[in-house]
């Protein structure tokens, strides 16, 4: 395979494909916008300023955990505000019983 074969846009990190709307889903197009030039082009093309696009198992997983983490974090934080308020709500609670009592 030549190096021209290997540089085609569908396989370029600049490369974006436009989508069509199907009848359940949308199909990817055969064109799309290269975001260097700011063109649309086919993704059979090739230019110089292709830059590898690289999906690895390994990058993947660790976005998908980053992501994760992130958002046990943040549910973590919420959990800590509500029982909090909880918290308070009971002790006011308490106090209006125990005015009541009196």
Same mark, same amino acid.
């Given at each position: ?6 540089? #085609?846009?569908?396989?370029?990190? #600049? ?5 069509? =709307? ?5 199909? =990817? ?5 290269? &975001? ?18 690289? #999906?690895? +198992?390994?990058?993947?997983?660790? &976005?998908?955990?980053? &992501?994760?983490?992130? #958002?046990?974090? &943040? ?15 009971? =002790? ?7 005015? +009541?009592? +009196?």
């Amino acid at each position: 395979m030549s190096e021209e074969n290997n540089k #085609h846009c569908y396989c370029c990190k #600049h490369y974006k494909p436009y989508y069509t =709307k199907g009848y359940i889903q949308f199909d =990817k197009s055969d064109i799309g916008l290269c &975001a260097k030039n700011k063109d649309t082009v086919e993704k059979e093309y090739y230019c110089d300023n292709y830059s590898f696009l690289y #999906h690895g +198992r390994i990058v993947r997983r660790e &976005a998908a955990l980053s &992501a994760v983490i992130t #958002h046990v974090d &943040a549910l973590s934080q919420l959990k800590q505000i509500l029982e909090e308020d909880d918290e308070e709500e009971i =002790k006011e609670l308490f106090l209006n019983f125990r005015k +009541r009592k +009196r």
